[in-house]
């Protein structure tokens, strides 16, 4: 069961402190956002899948994702499971600081990569600091008192991030080199015929052993992260305003009852609604 200690939410900001008693895998499905996300990890047994790559989680530390940047948490032990989550659109970003230099901890890496930041990676516990408090009665409101705590929390992102950058740190991951070149084939192919014919011929794997890498690395299967990144980039799409049948095709649907029914499930409205509620 999970306890929502403090959930705030607008067009351009969610957050959410959530703890829970028995952590169960399947509340966390694989998924995907719009907006950049700070993930803080507080208390649990649990490690994180991202784009391929495997991070053991550490109270205190933070996990980083940005838009269409797949991931995924599991369960190791049947352990109290408590955390952070805050979400950020671009509209966000872009307003808070219109020289786009905090958002480069976000975009400015490829998928899968430099996720994870631990207390060592920043100079003082400033940023923990900046989180801890979310569900503590405050005398302003909620709205100013969020975003000055992550003005603050992504000035001391983007000062870690640097000071990586500067070191040439290289990854802290176990990551699958081959699993990694087929979730960076997909990304580039999104609108050609991808199967698992299509994938085994190019990566001289079978089709189980293919299944089967991709599933331990990523948590999910070949198909629905396929399916998951197509209509991801057709929702960009269809609310930038193009037309939703041509976008179907351009990113890989065959037919359009397909996308169309398959769209509604994975975001609760059609793509005309979408684009019209944008």
Same mark, same amino acid.
């Given at each position: ?45 649990? $490690? ?87 569900? $503590? ?38 990551q699958n080199r081959t699993v990694a070149r087929m979730i960076s084939y997909i990304n580039r192919n999104l609108a050609e015929p991808l199967s698992l014919d299509v994938l085994s ?5 079978? $089709? ?45 649907f065959r037919e359009y009852s397909t996308f169309y029914r398959t769209y509604k499930a994975r975001f609760g409205v059609s793509p005309k609604a979408d684009a019209e509620n944008k």
């Amino acid at each position: 069961m999970s306890n929502v200690l403090f959930r705030y939410q607008t067009d351009d900001l969610c957050a959410h402190y959530v703890y829970s008693d028995h952590p169960r895998e399947e509340s966390f499905p694989i998924h995907t956002h719009d907006m950049v996300e700070i993930y803080y990890f507080i208390s649990g047994s649990c $490690k994180y899948l991202v784009e391929g790559n495997e991070w053991i989680l550490k109270p205190g530390d933070i996990m980083l994702m940005r838009p269409s940047e797949a991931h995924m948490l599991c369960v190791i032990d049947d352990v109290p499971y408590e955390r952070i989550t805050l979400n950020l659109s671009l509209r966000f970003l872009s307003e808070l600081d219109p020289s786009g230099l905090l958002g480069k901890p976000f975009l400015e890496r490829k998928l899968g990569r430099m996720n994870q930041y631990r207390r060592e990676h920043f100079g003082s516990d400033l940023y923990s600091t900046c989180l801890s408090a979310l569900d $503590k009665p405050s005398p302003i409101s909620v709205e100013l008192e969020l975003r000055s705590r992550i003005s603050l929390l992504l000035c001391e992102i983007y000062k870690a991030y640097a000071a990586r950058i500067a070191l040439g740190e290289e990854e802290e991951t176990q990551q699958n080199r081959t699993v990694a070149r087929m979730i960076s084939y997909i990304n580039r192919n999104l609108a050609e015929p991808l199967s698992l014919d299509v994938l085994s011929r190019h990566f001289f794997l079978s $089709k189980s052993q293919l299944s089967r890498l991709f599933r331990q690395a990523t948590g999910t299967t070949v198909w629905e992260y396929i399916t998951t990144k197509r209509l991801l980039a057709a929702r960009e799409r269809i609310r930038g305003g193009e037309n939703a049948g041509t976008v179907a095709a351009a990113v890989g649907f065959r037919e359009y009852s397909t996308f169309y029914r398959t769209y509604k499930a994975r975001f609760g409205v059609s793509p005309k609604a979408d684009a019209e509620n944008k």
